[in-house]
């Protein structure tokens, strides 16, 4: 049964810093991990998907990395802004079925 | 092009009432999912549609909950009775057809269904 587990469960930085989120999955047959972005009482949006045959996606400041063989995942942002602040979910879809597994997230603060 | 839509978006009913939660995806998505998040736990699947027919149902709690995409088009996630644990929040999601390749998953707005 895969379990996604993400550390840090809260994290505060002043803006301006990089920050990297931590994503770890069990089961490294996965097809694809998708990381997601979730404002209070908003739903999921969608930043970046990484499919098992890449190692890193880049969308702006954001930046995703896969090791599918250690099981693990990074999402890394740069000079952060106080409207980065938000949940970030990282989810992993297996390799036999399309459902995706998601962590319990990252509660991210940028300050001013 | 419109997001996935759902409907409605907060939903307060009592214990043992019925109630049913809709879900329009994004236009031409073949794959649609339910998933929810009760008691501030992760999200968590509950089922899959390809078109109009339930690929994988193995979330589905119990047998309070019945899922339905007649046409293949919106779906319908029905809860009777409901009963407290219930509670939480109802995603939606589509996605493209997979067709060996693969596609992210859009997720709605969620319905916010509170049982008392």
């Known amino acids: 049964k895969q379990e996604v587990t993400q550390i840090p469960a809260a994290l505060s930085v002043p803006e301006g810093e990089n920050l990297v989120l931590n994503c770890s999955f069990t089961d490294s047959a996965i097809y694809n991990l998708q990381w997601f972005r979730q404002d209070p009482g908003k739903g999921l949006t969608s930043l970046l998907l990484?499919?098992?045959?890449?190692r890193e996606q880049t969308s702006g400041r954001l930046n995703a990395s896969l090791d599918k063989s250690s099981g693990r995942s990074t999402l890394y942002i740069a000079a952060s802004q106080p409207g980065d602040s938000a949940t970030y979910l990282c989810?992993?879809?297996?390799?036999?079925?399309?459902?995706?597994?998601f962590g319990t997230g990252t509660r991210l603060q940028v300050t001013l | 092009e419109a997001g996935v839509t759902q409907f409605p978006s907060h939903s307060v009913i009592e214990k043992g009432q019925t109630v049913t939660l809709r879900c329009d995806p994004i236009s031409g998505h073949d794959n649609l999912y339910w998933y929810r998040r009760v008691m501030g736990k992760e999200i968590k699947f509950l089922l899959h549609?390809?078109?109009?027919?339930?690929?994988?149902e193995s979330g589905m709690p119990n047998n309070r909950f019945l899922a339905e995409r007649t046409g293949g088009t919106y779906s319908t996630l029905k809860v009777q009775p409901a009963e407290l644990e219930d509670s939480g929040v109802y995603f939606c999601?589509?996605?493209?057809?997979?067709?060996?390749?693969?596609?992210?998953?859009?997720f709605g707005p969620g319905t916010r269904l509170t049982v008392t």
């Open positions: 549609f390809v078109k109009e027919s339930k690929q994988d």
């Open positions: 989810a992993v879809k297996g390799g036999t079925a399309s459902k995706l597994t």
């Open positions: 990484i499919q098992s045959s890449q």
């Open positions: 999601a589509s996605s493209q057809d997979d067709d060996g390749l693969s596609y992210e998953q859009y």
